[in-house]
């Protein structure tokens, strides 16, 4: 599997990196570039990800997993046509992660947060809160 994301530096720059996971779970980092000096085109990207699968072999991927970014969706979509054994794969983290920020805007959520902060507030200070009572 071919895993992929892109992020920004604190300086600006636009850093990404190719990962490879293996059926043992085992992960390579194949490839991190800076590519700030590139428009971040489906085309570009497609090109990023098929170098990589040709490089290594198109019958050792089984999937393209990444975040659902218009430019990268689109890169997974090509790369699926021209591999129809290759998958194209929303990152699961990625919507965990989208569907969390929604949730914890609610006045609700800064409810309850504010309540397991005062809990786990006590319990970090209160030595006796921790111990076993038997």
Not at 89 to 96: V, W
């Amino acid at each position: 599997m071919l895993v992929l994301d892109g992020w920004s530096s604190p300086n600006h720059r636009s850093i990404w990196n190719f990962t490879i996971l293996t059926p043992t779970r085992k992960e390579y980092i194949i490839q991190l570039s800076d590519l700030s000096a590139d428009s971040h085109t489906s085309d570009f990207i497609t090109e990023k990800i098929e170098a990589i699968i040709n490089c290594i072999g198109p019958s050792k991927f089984a999937a393209v997993v990444s975040d659902n970014g218009t430019n990268v969706r689109k890169a997974r979509e090509i790369i699926q046509t021209k591999y129809p054994c290759i998958k194209n794969i929303r990152c699961i983290s990625h919507c965990i992660n989208l569907i969390s920020c929604d949730i914890v805007q609610h006045s609700f959520a800064n409810k309850i947060l504010k309540k397991v902060n005062i809990l786990a507030s006590f319990f970090r200070n209160n030595a006796m809160a921790g111990r076993n009572s038997s």
